[in-house]
C-alpha cells in the first residue's frame, strides 16, 4: 500500500462511491414498498429472487421485454424534473408484454450516469417505483453505474427489463387474426417514449421554442415541456378484463415504428390493416412538427403514434360490444379500420 485512500483514487477518477452508497440506500427503500408476495430477497442481493404463483395455470408462460426512453431523457432534463420518466419506463414494457396477454411479476432496472447525483437518482427510481406499484409488479432489483468519460455530467441513461407471466391457451400471438376483424384504437397521451430525436429538432431548433412555451395557436395551453413528459400510458388496467375474452384476437402497442410498423407484427400473412385516418383526432403536436418540419404523413406514421397508443384486433361481430366496454370504462375507444385480404403495408384511408 502506498498510503493513499482508496476511494478517494477512485473520486480523483470520476466515481464517487460514497455517494453511491447514499443514492442506493435511497433506492432501497423505494423498491421495498412495491414487493408483492412473490418476493423472496432483499434490494442488495447478487440476484433478485421471486417465486410466481402457477396453481391457476394449465401451462404457465415467461414473458420478458427490455427497453429504455431514449430521448425523452433529454427533455426531462431541459425542464428539470426527472421525477416522471421512471413511469414512462415501466408503462411502455408492461405495454410491450399485455401485448401478449401477459401479466407483469417483477421489473429490473439500469440507471447509468456520468456523474452520480443522489437526489437524481432517487428521483428517476421513484418513477420506476411508482409505475411497478400502479401496474401491480415488484420493483426486483437494478443496476447503477457511474461511467465519467462515457456518459456526459448530467447525463442519464434508464433502461428497465420486465418479466411477466401468461397461461400458454390465453397466448396472445396474431395466430387468431382473421380477415374481417375489426381494430379498435385507444389514444395516446402524446409522444410516449418514442420520436423525441425528432421533435426536438423540429421544436427546440428549428422553431427555437423553449419548454415554458405553448404550442403556438393551439387551445392546449400547457407548456411543451409539460406535454412532452407527458406519462406514456400503461394499458394494462384497461384491457386487463378482455384477457381471455374470445373476440379479443390481438394486441398491438405502437411505438417506434408507429401503427405502420407495429400493426403488421399480428397479422397472419394475406392480411392487411386498413386504417381510418378520419377516426381520431390527431393531437395538434404531431400536425406542428409535420407542418413546421416538413415531415411527410409516411414518415409521420412511421416515427409516431400520431395519437394512438393501442390498437385491439377483434372479432368484427363483436366489435359494437367491446367499443362500448371499453368506453364506459374510460379508454376513450374508436373504430380505427379494419383487417382486409393483402399483401404489403399498412393502407391509409381518409374515410
Known sequence: MNGQDPKSAY?????????QEEGLARVKQLARATFTPGVLSEIGSFGGLFRPDFSAMEEPVLVASTDGVGTKLRVAKMVGDLSSVGTDLVNHCVNDIVVQGARPLFFLDYVGA???DPDKLASLVE???AGCTA??????????????????PGDYELVGTIVGMVDRPLLLDGSRVRVGDRLLGLPSSGLHTNGYSLARRVLFEQLGLSTSDPIPGAADRRSLGEILLAPHRSYLRVVEPLLGDERLHALAHITGGGLSDNLPRVLPEGA???????SWE???????IARHGQVADEEMFRVFNMGVGMVLVVEA?????????LGEAGAEPFDLGEVVAGEGPVVYAAS
Open 135 to 152: 401496474n401491480g409488479c415488484a420493483l426486483l432489483g437494478g443496476e447503477t453505474a457511474e461511467m465519467p468519460g462515457f456518459y456526459q
Open 114 to 116: 456520468g456523474v452520480l
Open 127 to 129: 418513477g420506476v417505483a
Open 272 to 278: 392487411v390493416a386498413v386504417v381510418r385516418t378520419a
Open 317 to 325: 361481430t363483436g366489435a359494437a360490444q367491446l367499443l362500448a366496454q
Open 11 to 19: 473520486a480523483a477518477a470520476g466515481v464517487d462511491i460514497d455517494a
Open 282 to 288: 390527431r393531437p395538434e403536436l404531431f400536425r406542428l
